[in-house]
């Protein structure tokens, strides 16, 4: 594939994307349909919603996972699905506030506070569903964990408070809202959807210059986001080059020169230190003929 198809194919996605489309693989369809055979399926879905996703499966042959899949011993389960995310996911669409009784990390239940809830987020790395929302009486953001909410139930919220609270939301996040440049380095543009693919979780724009044949892409983040970044660009290495973003400068510098550091000593230590060899057959020590 050259890179004219990569940058077409890039586009023609982010088109899909942004319109609310998905393209999605038989394979894909086939695992759907095995999963929705789980008994947990009837739990995490409305029962119009499991109909509808049958009904449009139901040309679909099941995923045969007999000779395929070999369950080892494994540590204890975490369970994905939580009773509690159901009704927070529709508070969440209907623009409902709560009030929620919730475990803190010293162990303190916060009882009886009201707010608006704002997303729900799932974290690969630790496995665990958190809820991002608004406690109204401070009008501060709060994210915890779905598993140390005790209960959370419905209230009624004034409107015009609900449309406060959401502009203040909007001025914090964009004050901690953060500009990053990144250039791709022209010798590795044949990887462009590669290197795309490596920032797709984060709003982004993508530029090319024509002159320089570069491509630049600016991402926007949050404060606590930067380390996430920083694994990113690590991982692509010296396909990249941070242009913009003095903090992401410094850290990545910082990064390269412990990291030459660390190799000059090892290139020193095996430079003065005498090679000894000892011919096949023999023993280190023993007797000479």
Not at 27 to 43: V, Y
Request: positive net charge.
């Amino acid at each position: 594939m050259n890179l004219f198809e990569k940058v077409f194919n890039h586009q023609i996605l982010s088109r899909l994307e942004d319109s609310g489309t998905f393209m999605v693989t038989s394979h894909e369809r086939a695992w759907l349909k095995t999963m929705l055979a789980h008994p947990a399926a009837q739990d995490a879905f409305l029962p119009e919603t499991l109909s509808k996703l049958g009904g449009i499966l139901e040309k679909d042959q099941v995923m045969d996972t007999t000779e395929h899949l070999l369950e080892k011993a494994r540590s204890r389960e975490k369970h994905v699905y939580h009773p509690l995310l159901r009704p927070l996911r529709q508070s969440i669409l209907a623009r409902k506030g709560l009030r929620l009784s919730y475990e803190g990390k010293s162990g303190y239940v916060n009882v009886d506070h009201l707010g608006v809830p704002l997303k729900l987020e799932y974290s690969m790395i630790k496995r665990e569903w958190y809820l991002h929302w608004i406690n109204l009486p401070r009008y501060t953001v709060m994210c915890t964990r779905v598993k140390k909410i005790h209960s959370a139930t419905e209230a009624e919220v004034d409107p015009a408070e609900q449309e406060r609270a959401a502009l203040q939301l909007a001025q914090k996040l964009h004050a901690r809202r953060r500009r990053v440049v990144i250039e791709i380095v022209p010798l590795y543009n044949e990887e462009l959807s590669r290197i795309l693919y490596a920032f797709s979780s984060f709003e982004k724009t993508v530029a090319y210059d024509a002159e320089t044949d570069a491509y630049r892409v600016t991402v926007y983040l949050l404060g606590n986001e930067f380390e996430y970044l920083l694994s990113k660009l690590r991982f692509l290495g010296k396909r990249v080059r941070v242009v913009q973003g003095q903090y992401l400068i410094n850290r990545m510098l910082e990064s390269s020169t412990k990291a030459l550091s660390r190799y000059a000593e090892a290139d020193t230590v095996s430079e003065g230190t005498p090679i000894t060899t000892t011919p096949p057959g023999s023993a280190a020590g023993g007797n000479r003929p």
